[in-house]
Structure formats: structure tokens, C-alpha cells
């Protein structure tokens, strides 16, 4: 019996990888004004922490042993995230919630993903990824607007902790596994998208920030293997690529889609300098997450737009809602926490209108993050110059 369906199985596989190349969704061509939705840092859903007495007892006893220990298992026992995953996962249905909301009034034709897709280490191809891919993203984001429009995604630090198998898992076997998961045309974790509107182009570079980072080379990091050494060595080639791509297009916008922010307020990160220039140069701008708070930031004549808050929510990625300069010209946060949210861009010929949502927090009988009318954006502002 048991062999009988195994072989049942493999003939579907076999099926599958004859038939006819699956496509992903792309968002309509040809609006005179087409919103789409930006949104980062949200997969927590389904994540199962190591336990306590792994992580504080049995963890350093294998240390001491010599035993080599998986960067995913040490990455699942940090603290931090072990603390907030209770909370993380009720935010990020409740935020999955709003965004729906927002956008079916918005009429959203697409999403634009900032990366941190799966926490705490990733998915790769094993039946534990599968069951966090179908928990934090596939069943999350399913109602209404989320039913068809495609994502175009972008991986952050926590998609490449499982090194190769975790980039080929969102970048060859996702847009497989559902149409409405976009990752180029080319199977790399970078790659490039247009937007076609009725009278006006958009052009999106999507590259992998975690290459950038001198930090993640150290061999005590937990991003550190053999994915990351290998993309360090040649970012050069993500640069070229930008840099070609923005060359080549005439498009009325140009954008840089990354995870981590060179404008920031906690940590800039300047390894991403050589990326940044090229997009000055166009005239770009830039959407990034990382920092798990809404903010908007200027600097280097280009537009900073961070959407990292639709999980959990972090007051000191904003700074605690205080400016370091004039640079920050909106953090969603306060002295006591971050707003949940996510950005919306409306964009024409003329002008891109940008929305930030900051989400009326209830939760538990209290209210984290009040916002008198959470169903008008709490802060927007207009791009009138053209990209070049
Ligand atoms: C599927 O894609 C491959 C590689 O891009 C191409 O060679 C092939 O012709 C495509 N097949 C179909 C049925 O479109
Ligand atoms: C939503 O926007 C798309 C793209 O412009 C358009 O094709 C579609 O008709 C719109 N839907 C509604 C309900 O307005
Ligand atoms: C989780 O949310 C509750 C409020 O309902 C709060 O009291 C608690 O501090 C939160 N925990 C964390 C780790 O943020
Ligand atoms: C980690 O790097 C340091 C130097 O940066 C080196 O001394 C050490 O041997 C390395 N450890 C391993 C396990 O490779
Ligand atoms: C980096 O690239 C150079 C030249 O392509 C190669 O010789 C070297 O082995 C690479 N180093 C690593 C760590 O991949
Ligand atoms: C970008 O391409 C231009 C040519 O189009 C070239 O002059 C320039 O050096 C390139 N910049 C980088 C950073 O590669
Ligand atoms: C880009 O330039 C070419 C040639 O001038 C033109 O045919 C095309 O319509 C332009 N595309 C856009 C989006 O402006
Ligand atoms: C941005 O401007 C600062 C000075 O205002 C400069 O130091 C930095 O190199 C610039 N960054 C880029 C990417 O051009
Ligand atoms: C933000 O507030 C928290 C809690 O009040 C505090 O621990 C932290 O140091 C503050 N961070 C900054 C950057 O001010
Ligand atoms: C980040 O860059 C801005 C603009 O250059 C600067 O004002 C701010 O102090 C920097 N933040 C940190 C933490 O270095
Ligand atoms: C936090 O902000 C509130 C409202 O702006 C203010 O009343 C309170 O004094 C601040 N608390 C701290 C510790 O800065």
C-alpha cells in the first residue's frame, strides 16, 4: 500500500516537472495610476523556537565539545525573538488584517516585499520549510486583494540563514509552489521588474543587501556561509547589474528594492554606498525594511521609504520616535513603541503619491499604538521628479 502510493507520488513529480512552465502573476499593465503596496519584516507565523533548556544549557555544552553547531539552530535560540514570537505572530495576522483592509480600498495590484519573509532562520526545502511557507505567507495573506495580486519579493538576513538551499527555496521552488510568488525571471536572488502604467514606466532593481555587509563575513556571525561569502566576494556583480539595468531603461521611475537601509535611524548601513550612487545618479529612490518601524528618510538627494513593520513592531529601529537629523523626516514610532504598517505608492506619469498606514494597535485590552483614524494614511508625501 505504502509503496503503491509512494509510486502514485513520484508520477505526479514527474508530472509536474513535464508540464508546461508555470508563470507568476504580474501586476496589471496600463493604469493611469496604479497603487502598489510596500511591506517587510512579517513571517513570523508558524516559527517553533529551540527550547530554553536547549538554548541556555545544551547549546553551550556542544560549544565546549567542539561539535559544530547549524547556524539555524543557533539563529532559533535568540532570545530576543524567542521573547517576542508570541506577540510577533498575533501582530502580524492582525497587521495581515489591516493591509487587506487598507487595500482593498486602495485597490492594490501588487506587493512589494523588503525581505525578512520567513523568521527566525529562513525556509529551505524540507517539509519544516514547507510548513512555514504555507503558514507565514501562503495561508497568511489569502483573503480579498491578497487572493491574486503578485509579491515581488526580496530577500533580508533571516531568508539566507540556511545559506543556498534557504535563496533556492524562495527563488526556484516559491514562484512554483504559487503563482503569486514573483522572484524574476532568472532563478537569482537579484533581478528586475517594470511597472507599466497607461503613460509612464517604473523600473525596479531587486538585489540582495546581505551580500553588502562586511559584518556578516565574520565567522561568529550566524549569516556567515557559503551563500553570503560567495555574494560578497561578487557584489560587484549586483552593482553591475543596477547599475545596467537603470542605464538601459527610460522608465519615468527607478527604484532600488532592498532589505537593509543606508539611511536609518539605528544603524546606516555604508556597505550599501556603491548601490546607493547609482541610484543618486538616476534620480532613484529607494524602499528598504530591516528596521521593524514605518519611516521616511532623505538623504543624498533620494527618497528613503522604510515599511518594515508588518510583524513586530520595534520603537528602537525609529530611534524612539526622535530624529538624529534632519534627515528623518517621519519615524512611526514613540518613547514607548513602534506603529505595525506598511506604505503604499500611487503612481502615475506626474507624480508617486506615498502613503504611510500606521496601524491602530489594540490588542489585549489595551491600545499599543494609538492612531485616531488608522484607516487615513498618518503621513504621506509626493515624488514629482522624474528618475533619469
Ligand atoms: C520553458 O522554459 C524553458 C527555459 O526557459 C524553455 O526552454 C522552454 O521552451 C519553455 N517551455 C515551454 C513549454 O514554454
Ligand atoms: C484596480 O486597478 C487595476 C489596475 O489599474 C485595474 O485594472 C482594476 O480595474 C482596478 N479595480 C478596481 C476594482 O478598481
Ligand atoms: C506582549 O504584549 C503584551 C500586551 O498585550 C505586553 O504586556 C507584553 O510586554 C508583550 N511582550 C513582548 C515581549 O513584547
Ligand atoms: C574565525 O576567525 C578568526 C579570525 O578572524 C580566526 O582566528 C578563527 O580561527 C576563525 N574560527 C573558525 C572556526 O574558523
Ligand atoms: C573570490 O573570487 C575570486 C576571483 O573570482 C576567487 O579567486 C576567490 O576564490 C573567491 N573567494 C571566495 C571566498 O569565494
Ligand atoms: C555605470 O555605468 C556607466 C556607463 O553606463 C559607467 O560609466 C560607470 O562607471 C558605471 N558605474 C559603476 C559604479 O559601475
Ligand atoms: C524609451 O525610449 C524609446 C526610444 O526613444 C521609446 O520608444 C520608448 O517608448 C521609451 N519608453 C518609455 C517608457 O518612455
Ligand atoms: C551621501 O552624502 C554624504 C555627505 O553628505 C557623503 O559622505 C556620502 O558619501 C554620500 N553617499 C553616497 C552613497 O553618495
Ligand atoms: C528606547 O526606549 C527604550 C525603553 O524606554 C530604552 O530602553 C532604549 O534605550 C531607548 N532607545 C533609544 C535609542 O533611545
Ligand atoms: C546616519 O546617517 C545620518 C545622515 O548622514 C546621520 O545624521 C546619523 O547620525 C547617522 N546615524 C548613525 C547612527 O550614525
Ligand atoms: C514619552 O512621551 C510622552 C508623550 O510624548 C511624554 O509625556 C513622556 O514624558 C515621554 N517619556 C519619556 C520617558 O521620555
Not at 24 to 32: C, E, I, L, M, N
Not at 53 to 75: H, K, Q, R, S, W
Not at 226 to 247: D, I, K, R
Request: charged share 10%; aromatic share 14%; net charge negative.
Amino acid at each position: 500500500m505504502l509503496l503503491f502510493t509512494a509510486t502514485i507520488l513520484l508520477s505526479l513529480v514527474h508530472h509536474v516537472t513535464s508540464a508546461a512552465n508555470v508563470t507568476s502573476r504580474t501586476a496589471p499593465v496600463g493604469a493611469t495610476v496604479l497603487t502598489v503596496a510596500v511591506i517587510g519584516d512579517y513571517g513570523w507565523t508558524g516559527w517553533v523556537p529551540s527550547p530554553d533548556n536547549f538554548c541556555f544549557d545544551v547549546l553551550p555544552t556542544l560549544g565546549a565539545a567542539g561539535i559544530t553547531v547549524p547556524n539555524e539552530v543557533v539563529n532559533d535560540c535568540d532570545p530576543g525573538d524567542k521573547q517576542y514570537i508570541t506577540n510577533a505572530t498575533a501582530l502580524q495576522t492582525d497587521t495581515a488584517a489591516y493591509v487587506g483592509q487598507i487595500c482593498a480600498m486602495k485597490n492594490c495590484s501588487a506587493f512589494l516585499s523588503v525581505g525578512d519573509n520567513f523568521y527566525d532562520s529562513g525556509v529551505d526545502f524540507t517539509t519544516a520549510g514547507i510548513l512555514r511557507f504555507q503558514a507565514a505567507w501562503a495561508d497568511m495573506y489569502t483573503q480579498g486583494v491578497f487572493k491574486y495580486a503578485p509579491w515581488y519579493q526580496c530577500l533580508g538576513n533571516h531568508d539566507i540563514v540556511p545559506g543556498q538551499p534557504g535563496v533556492d527555496f524562495q527563488t526556484k521552488v516559491a514562484p512554483l509552489y504559487d503563482d503569486r510568488w514573483y522572484f524574476g525571471t532568472e532563478q537569482l536572488p537579484y533581478y528586475t521588474y517594470d511597472l507599466v502604467g497607461a503613460d509612464w514606466t517604473a523600473t525596479f532593481v531587486v538585489v540582495d543587501s546581505d551580500c553588502f555587509l562586511d559584518s556578516y563575513q565574520k565567522n561568529t556571525s550566524v549569516y556567515f556561509n557559503p551563500y553570503t561569502t560567495a555574494c560578497h566576494n561578487t557584489t560587484q556583480t549586483q552593482v553591475n547589474f543596477l547599475n545596467t539595468t537603470f542605464a538601459n531603461s527610460n522608465a519615468t521611475w527607478k527604484f532600488l528594492q532592498l532589505h537593509h537601509p543606508y539611511a536609518s535611524a539605528s544603524t546606516n548601513e555604508t556597505d550599501l554606498a556603491p548601490l546607493v550612487e547609482i541610484v543618486a545618479k538616476h534620480q532613484g529612490i529607494v524602499i528598504n525594511g530591516h528596521d521593524h518601524c514605518l519611516g521616511h528618510f532623505f538623504l543624498n538627494n533620494t527618497n528613503f521609504i522604510l515599511s518594515g513593520a508588518a510583524g513586530y513592531p520595534q520603537a528602537g529601529d525609529c530611534n524612539n520616535g526622535t530624529a538624529l537629523g534632519p534627515y528623518a523626516l517621519y519615524l512611526g514610532a514613540n518613547n514607548l513603541t513602534a506603529a505595525n504598517g506598511f506604505v503604499t505608492l500611487d503612481i502615475s506619469k506626474q507624480t508617486i503619491n506615498v502613503e504611510y498606514y500606521a496601524r491602530d494597535m489594540k490588542f489585549e485590552g489595551t491600545d499599543l499604538y494609538p492612531v485616531e483614524c488608522d484607516l487615513k494614511p498618518s503621513y504621506s508625501f509626493q515624488i514629482t521628479q522624474n528618475s533619469i
